[in-house]
Each structure stands twice: as C-alpha cells, then as structure tokens.
C-alpha cells in the first residue's frame, strides 16, 4: 500500500470510529445547512445585502485563480473542516438512529415554524421520495409535527415539536462552539471574512433567495421573543 493510500486508509477508519453508523455516501452533501444561535455567536443572517451583493460583484469579475490549477488547500481543507463540523452533530444523532438529512430538515423546520412542504423540497434540492422517509421518521418520533395549512388544507405545514425544538438547539449550539473556537483562534474581524467568504462560495443567482430566507428566519425569531 503506497504512503497515499495508507493515508486515505486512516481517515477512513478514523470516520468509521468517530461516527459510526453515517452513511459513506451523503444525499444532501449539495445543500447548505445554516447555523444559527444567539447573537454573540456565529449568526449566518449576519450575511446581510450588502455582503452578498459584494460577493456578486466578486464573482462576476472572473476565477482569477482557475488559471493556476487545482486550489488542493481550498477544496482539501475544506473537506476536513466540513466534516469535522458535521461530525459534531453525527455523533449526537446516530444515538437516536438519525443521520444528516434528519439534522438538515429539523434545522429548516425549525428556523421556519410553518415552512410548506414544497418550499423545503426546494431549499434542500432534493425530491420528494427523499424528504418522505426522512420527515416521516421525524414525526413517528415526536420531533416534527405536520398541519393543514388555514386556508389550502391541502398544504402540510411543518412545525417542530417542543421535543424536536430542544434537539434542533442542541445541535446548533454544538455547532456554534466550534465556529466560536475557530473565529477566536483567528483573531479580530474573522467572523466578517468567514461570512464574505462562504457567501462568495454561494452561487451568485442563489444569493438573493438565500439572503431571503435567512432574513425571514431571524424575522420570525424576533416576532417570537418575549415582549
């Protein structure tokens, strides 16, 4: 076995132990999972118009950097910094027979109490036959609940239970000590280079949409707190 391939062999084996029972291959890893907490945390809504519409303007100036060839720090450290955080969240959720896509659709849901049914299948990009077993595992275990929307009682309105509210917090709040420790190690104005640089990463005709439903999440948040 070459150096290379005893490597890969390790971190394989490492995956396997640290988060048994995740799946080789991820049906959501093309979807963002946003993570929000208090204030004094890492709070992507933080990613305001102005943000996005500079890494619009960013984008549209052209890959300077293609020239050069593969960015291999980018895409590898990306990588382990990708898994590690979702390795966080892993290791709470196999516990309970859940995997990342159950983590993905209580996130969503829980940021947006009421959210319909076809606007999660079009913030996830996935289709229904996937959500279905997911979300139906979600509400036979308490953690989801569906309602007839007041006017289309066709509609399935989505709403986490008090159950599923407390799950979907922890998981964000583990999350957020991870961004707090990275951003701390980087010193002074880190959190608005992070946020510049993973809405530059968002494509530039999704920015709009995503900035959207950022903003509505901290809406409803605000409109729930207590007077």
Not at 10 to 37: C, E, I, K, M, Y
Not at 95 to 103: D, S
Not at 186 to 215: H, K, N, Y
Request: charged share 25%; glycine share 8%.
């Amino acid at each position: 076995m070459t150096k290379s391939n005893e490597s890969v062999s390790n971190l394989t084996a490492q995956r396997s132990t640290r988060w048994p029972g995740v799946s080789a291959t991820d049906p959501f890893a093309d979807t963002h999972s946003f993570v929000t907490n208090k204030s004094k945390y890492v709070n992507m809504a933080d990613i305001n118009a102005s943000t996005l519409s500079s890494s619009s303007r960013a984008a549209s100036s052209g890959d300077r950097g293609s020239a050069e060839g593969p960015a291999y720090d980018l895409i590898e450290l990306l990588f382990f910094a990708y898994r590690d955080f979702i390795g966080d969240a892993d290791e709470i959720l196999g516990r309970i027979g859940f995997g990342r896509a159950h983590h993905r659709v209580l996130h969503f849901v829980h940021r947006h109490p009421g959210m319909r049914v076809a606007d999660l299948l079009d913030v996830l990009k996935i289709t229904k036959q996937s959500l279905g077993r997911v979300l139906r595992e979600l509400v036979d275990n308490g953690y989801i609940v569906q309602r007839a929307g007041p006017a289309d009682r066709r509609q399935r309105l989505l709403y986490t239970t008090p159950k599923g509210e407390a799950l979907a917090l922890e998981l964000a709040l583990l999350q957020t000590r991870r961004f707090a420790r990275a951003l701390n190690e980087c010193g002074a104005g880190a959190r608005a280079e992070a946020c510049r640089f993973l809405a530059a990463m968002i494509e530039p005709s999704a920015r709009g949409e995503v900035e959207a439903l950022m903003a509505s999440a901290e809406h409803k948040k605000n409109e729930n707190k207590p007077r």
